[in-house]
């Protein structure tokens, strides 16, 4: 601590002290750190480098940024960056702002309310240039982001929000399509494994789900309600199967919970997709790589990604309302079968 | 482009402005913009917020950070984020980074040394306060780096760089354990899956392969080098299984790999583990929900980011040399069995 007290305290090492230590111009100094334009010659530039070493010289950005009154930055909060489904969006975010010549800090609130709550306010502080939120929230807390007049893209919506652009899925949809295939397999009795929150995009996959069974005349199947993680669609599978009788077909309403779901079927006498077909929500790498490679309602996560980019970068806070919604594809692998099923 | 050379070009508005058309102290703007120390009443809050929306006014952090001589950034390159083990190694990171009061700029490098070093150069150009880099080749260009005076801490390293604190697994000794593990079993045709590259890290894991054979007096298995990749790994299991006698036990050197070489078993008519088993190494939760669950050698990931954030955030570039090396752990699971295998 009191080092750094030190540190701050001293007075920046500039340009010139390291031109004039090294006896060169201010130029020769200023193309040795940025690598040009102009080339140096190796003696010159070793005495350069000598001078910013032993006076400790580092180029100021913060100068830069404060002429041209931008950061640069976007903040991103995502729920759990080691989600796959998070991981391929946050890595699409990262190109497409990089493409812009924008960095992104990201972070994750944990699925907490309270750590998204503290995450937003340290990005207010670091002056982001634009903020894309999944918000572990229906309604997050966005008064002190636009107090600091940063605009905002919500994330992984599945309606619009006053005053925002929000970008999204049509969980309804798509998790409809990924039903009906089920029923067109023959399956009459299709369980549920969905988020436990009863809002937002969980409560739109569960709509999607149930749309389906009522338009083919079936009754509901059951339904576990459990975290968004593998562990979560662990605990669902076993709870499916130890019912008395267990459905035939399970949707599982994200990829880490239909991993789950497959562990907890591999683990009883019961195979998939011959006894129990399994149908997943997200379309991460991981359900490819899955045993069997699991069907899945595929989200378009680079798009989704551009858009949410585009947006921030066009627009300041408040000036636009508008919904973004992209539509899911259904890859078909092995886990659904491909004929009517046997039981 | 046009709006945004205008936008560019304008005076900045500064919290001066705010609370003149506000019509209150630059006192209360602040506590406005910063949600206190003080309370504002409600209506004047309101007067603020109008303010500020109308003059599109955003505080400046550029400026504090010109004050401090820091932006409180850190940098991070890693091959591939969506890869569990760098998700996690990330997350991680951004962990012990946000307990110092500072962010991390993720950064992808594809794998590729021309995107690392345009990557090392943006980095460099946003004078994040310090780097870290797993980098994709052995001996990385750091000559930028230096110049700009910013300190650097090697990720994922099997031994330490000249005038650079490097950290990583001990590599050699987890693998060299793993594949004692196997022959523990009873196995004595033992296959190895392996990265492309062949020094670093790549060369420690094969090197422990080979050392737990020659221990025990078994001949060298099969090789596939493939890409470090759930691809990859799935080829590399085609190939020894096409073989006129597969393997009994295999050694995939990643988690991704380990579960493309499942899938390729699992295409087949023989069983993990009563036919073949399968040990990986890094540990990443994907490892855990894989069927079977993976007996892998896990790295620590969690004190590897600590100790590199303590000491990319302690030393000066130069200042230190240093090599930081974390024991691995054998996490034994169902992909190796429990007895002598039956073929």
Redesign the interface.
């Known amino acids: 601590m009191q080092d750094q007290e030190r540190?701050?305290a001293r007075r920046?090492v500039t340009r010139q002290d390291v031109a004039r230590y090294a006896g060169v111009s201010t130029a020769v100094v200023s193309y040795?750190?940025?690598?040009g334009p102009r080339a140096v010659a190796p003696a010159t530039r070793a005495k350069?480098?000598d001078a910013?070493?032993l006076l400790?010289?580092?180029?100021?950005?913060?100068?830069r940024?404060?002429k041209?009154?931008?950061?640069?930055?976007l903040g991103l909060v995502v729920p759990d960056?080691?989600n796959?489904y998070f991981?391929?969006l946050?890595?699409a975010i990262?190109e497409a702002a990089?493409a812009k010549g924008l960095?992104?800090?990201?972070?994750?609130s944990a699925g907490a309310a309270l750590q998204e709550r503290n995450l937003l306010?340290?990005?207010i502080?670091?002056?982001i240039d634009g903020l894309l939120l999944a918000s572990v929230g229906a309604v997050p807390d966005l008064s002190?982001v636009?107090?600091?007049?940063?605009p905002v893209v919500l994330l992984d919506r599945d309606e619009g929000a006053s005053g925002l652009v929000a970008v999204g899925t049509d969980y309804r949809a798509g998790s409809r399509a990924g039903v009906r295939h089920l029923i067109e397999h023959g399956h009459t009795d299709i369980g549920l494994v969905v988020g436990r929150d009863t809002g937002g995009t969980t409560a739109a996959r569960e709509a999607g789900w149930l749309e389906a069974l009522a338009e083919a005349g079936l009754a509901e199947g059951p339904i576990a309600h459990v975290g968004f993680s593998?562990e979560g669609g662990?605990e669902a599978g076993r709870r499916l199967l130890n019912r008395e009788r267990p459905p035939t077909a399970i949707f599982a309403s994200s990829d880490m919970q239909a991993?789950?779901v497959?562990?907890a079927i591999?683990e009883t006498e019961w195979a998939v997709p011959d006894d129990i077909a399994v149908i997943s929500f997200d379309g991460s790498?991981?359900s490819?790589?899955?045993?069997?490679?699991l069907t899945t309602i595929r989200q378009p996560v680079h798009d989704m990604a551009r858009a949410a980019v585009d947006a921030v970068t066009q627009d300041?806070?408040?000036s636009r309302e508008e919904y973004l919604s992209f539509p899911t594809e259904l890859v078909i692998r092995a886990s659904c079968g491909r004929h009517p099923i046997k039981r």
């Open positions: 540190v701050a920046p040795v750190v940025n690598s350069v480098l910013i070493r400790d010289y580092r180029p100021n950005a913060a100068a940024a404060l041209l009154g931008s950061t640069q930055l960056s080691t796959p991981a391929e946050s890595h990262e990089d960095a992104v800090l990201q972070t994750n306010q340290k990005l502080s670091r002056q002190r636009a107090a600091a007049n940063i593998r662990y991993i789950g497959l562990r591999h790498v991981e490819e790589f899955s045993w069997p490679p300041r806070a408040g």
